[in-house]
C-alpha cells in the first residue's frame, strides 16, 4: 500500500486540512485535487514521477526531474531496487 496525504492551508481562511488516502501499490490512482487547489499542481507531479501515483484528471502529468531513462522506475518508493546505480550514476 501507498499512503497520500495532503497538508493543505489557507491564508484568507483560517483552516488547515488534512486528506489522507490509502492506495494500492500495484496501481496507485487517485483523483487530483488541482482544480479545487491549483498549488497541488507540481507535489502532484512529483509524486507521480517519484512514487507512481497517478492522478486522475490533472491537467499535466509530465515528468519534473527524472531523466528519461529512469521515467517510470518510482525511485523513491522502499522497494526500489535500482538504488544506487540508477540513481548515483546521474549524479556524476
Known amino acids: 500500500e501507498l499512503e497520500n496525504v495532503y497538508h493543505i492551508a489557507s491564508y484568507i481562511h483560517p483552516v488547515v486540512?488534512?486528506?489522507k488516502?490509502?492506495?494500492p501499490r500495484d496501481n496507485p490512482e487517485i483523483e487530483s485535487i488541482v482544480e479545487v487547489y491549483w498549488n497541488a499542481n507540481w507535489y502532484e507531479r512529483e509524486n507521480y514521477e517519484l512514487f507512481g501515483v497517478k492522478y486522475i484528471n490533472h491537467p499535466d502529468?509530465?515528468?519534473l526531474?527524472?531523466?528519461e531513462e529512469?521515467?517510470?522506475e518510482w525511485p523513491l518508493r522502499k522497494d526500489y531496487e535500482g538504488f544506487p546505480q540508477n540513481t548515483a550514476k546521474n549524479l556524476v
Do not use: D, E, K, Q
Open 65 to 67: 526531474v527524472l531523466p
Open 21 to 23: 488516502a490509502i492506495l
Open 61 to 63: 502529468l509530465r515528468h
Open 17 to 19: 486540512l488534512t486528506l
Open 70 to 72: 529512469m521515467l517510470g
